[in-house]
């Protein structure tokens, strides 16, 4: 079963900087969409940041907007989040999703999705 795989949460203090990685060895990330959600304790699952398949495609949640930001490394074949200035309503499980389709930004739809890392910001 294609699945991506998360890595890189921790326990920080708010005002942090953490790095989030996305990789798969079945899916080639230079070629798909690829978003990264999050799901806080208790909420449902939602929208955080997302990449297109070219690379001046990227969207934001507003919350996060101008502290998050997501790249793709080709050579390694990961999408990243860095994740700046974190704050304890940041703390939530973080889900890295892939498509091979075409995503349509606002309705955020992947097929292929990860287990999730826990991040979780101190006050």
Do not use: H
Not at 14 to 25: E, H, K, V, Y
Not at 58 to 85: C, H, P, W
């Amino acid at each position: 079963q294609v699945q991506p795989v998360e890595s890189g949460g921790r326990l920080v203090q708010a005002g942090d900087s953490m790095n989030l990685s996305c990789t798969a060895s079945e899916l080639a990330f230079a070629v798909l969409d690829v978003g990264w959600f999050r799901q806080p304790p208790g909420k449902e699952r939602e929208f955080v940041a997302a990449i297109g398949v070219n690379d001046g495609d990227t969207y934001y949640a507003d919350s996060v907007e101008g502290r998050f930001t997501i790249s793709r490394d080709i050579v390694k074949n990961t999408v990243n989040l860095q994740m700046n200035s974190l704050r304890p309503e940041d703390t939530a499980v973080y889900f890295c999703a892939a498509e091979s389709g075409t995503v349509v930004p606002g309705r955020w739809e992947y097929e292929y999705w990860g287990q999730g890392t826990q991040v979780i910001v101190s006050s």
